[in-house]
Structure formats: C-alpha cells, structure tokens
T-cell receptor, first 116, second 112 residues
Framework: DGGITQSPKYLFRKEGQNVTLSCEQN?????MYWYRQDPGQGLRLIYY???????QKGDIAEGYSVSREKKESFPLTVTSAQKNPTAFYLC???????????????FGDGTRLSIL | AQSVTQLDSHVSVSEGTPVLLRCNYS??????LFWYVQHPNKGLQLLLK??????LVKGINGFEAEFKKSETSFHLTKPSAHMSDAAEYFC??????????FGAGTRLAVHP
C-alpha cells in the first residue's frame, strides 16, 4: 500500500546533539512538508519542498534543516540551535505543485522527539 | 490574512448522540477547506474536503460538513457518535502554494 513512513517513532536528543528524522513516501507526490505539533496547538509548518533539490522555509524554520535529494525522501534535522525541540513531528506529502492547489495532504504517523 | 478558528477546544457527547464541531474561517479568496482527524500518537487522516463544488460535503465514517459562505463557517457533524470517534479534529484552510493553515484542534470525547 502507498503511504508515508516516518522513523523512528520515538527519538531522544542529548544537549548539543543534532538528530535526523526520516520521512519516506511511495505515493509519487511532488510536494513534501514537515510540521511540528505541540500540545493544545495546531500544526506549524517547519519546511516544505515542492520539487526535488528545492525547499522553502515555513513559519518556524529556525533550528531546523532539510534536504530533498530524492522525490521519495525529505529528512529533517533538528540542530542544537533548536532550544526547545520536544514535540511531535509530522511529515506530509501532496500531489499538487501548483500555486493555490486544493489537494489534501497525506500524513505519516509522526516521530516524538524528547530531550534527555 | 487567512485564519481558521475552531470555536471549541473540547466537546463531550454521549454515544449515539449527534456531534457538532464548529469551525469559522477568514479569507479574501474562495477557500479550500478540510477536516482531518488525529488519533493519539498518529498522523492526521483526511475526513473530507470542500473545494467550491457542493456546499454539503460527505466524508468518511459518517461525517459531513456544510460550507456556509455567508457565515464563513465549515462545521463538522455526525448524526450518531461512536466510541471510536473519540479523537482530535482539525479544521484546515488551504492557503495557497500548498500551504495549509490549521485550526488549534477540537478534542472530542465520547462517553458510553
């Protein structure tokens, strides 16, 4: 079945450490996204990519980095510059690359990141 | 600027009674609107979407939503709640460039 796979499901970060969250999709979608979810808040966009080798900052990109070397993969690195990384991270993808696309996004099951 | 407001952070219903989750939006454009459901420690699943076709949109699991332009609302309803409906629900606006604007979420509790 097609879908989005995020790994690991749980991740722990030590002080000063960078960690990378994996996101893979086999839906043949052009666009991919990373969101952060904190309790009692909606999702906030970290980064998004509409095409391979291109990505854009979202609303809360500071302390995070991404790459998009393959259509299927969009890994997120949480750097040591992110001082409050504890959150639930969700990856999503969608078919639309066009401006004002109305295509829904498909989500993975998330990675929960905590600080040791 | 576009925005989405979910009017209730928590809703509690008894099993078998109707569900109403309220959502208002603010936009200068004709919106695309979605409802997603999230179960604990899971990703979001699309329930239904409105994209300027019929104003009454039917989704999965018996949910439906009505787009009312005059009221700038997109409320989610279900005639009869089931225990498995207990989850968090997000009203979402498509802000263009594939960017979504999420409401803060409504947590639905269903009691026996």
């Amino acid at each position: 079945d097609g879908g989005i796979t995020q790994s690991p499901k749980y991740l722990f970060r030590k002080e000063g450490q960078n960690v990378t969250l994996s996101c893979e999709q086999n839906l043949n979608h052009d666009a991919m996204y990373w969101y952060r979810q904190d309790p009692g808040q909606g999702l906030r966009l970290i980064y998004y990519s509409q095409i391979v080798n291109d990505f854009q900052k979202g609303d809360i990109a500071e302390g995070y980095s991404v790459s998009r070397e393959k259509k299927e993969s969009f890994p997120l690195t949480v750097t040591s510059a992110q001082k409050n990384p504890t959150a639930f991270y969700l990856c999503a993808s969608s078919t639309g690359r066009e401006v004002y696309s109305n295509q829904p996004q498909h989500f993975g099951d998330g990675t929960r990141l905590s600080i040791l | 600027a576009q925005s989405v407001t979910q009017l209730d952070s928590h809703v509690s219903v008894s099993e078998g009674t109707p569900v109403l989750l309220r959502c208002n939006y603010s936009s200068s454009y004709s919106p695309s609107l979605f409802w997603y459901v999230q179960h604990p420690n899971k990703g979001l699943q699309l329930l239904l979407k409105y994209t300027s076709a019929a104003t009454l949109v039917k989704g999965i699991n018996g949910f439906e939503a009505e787009f009312k332009k005059s009221e700038t609302s997109f409320h989610l309803t279900k005639p009869s709640a089931h225990m498995s409906d207990a989850a968090e629900y997000f009203c979402v606006y498509s802000g263009g460039y594939n960017k979504l604007i999420f409401g803060a979420g409504t947590r639905l509790a269903v009691h026996p």
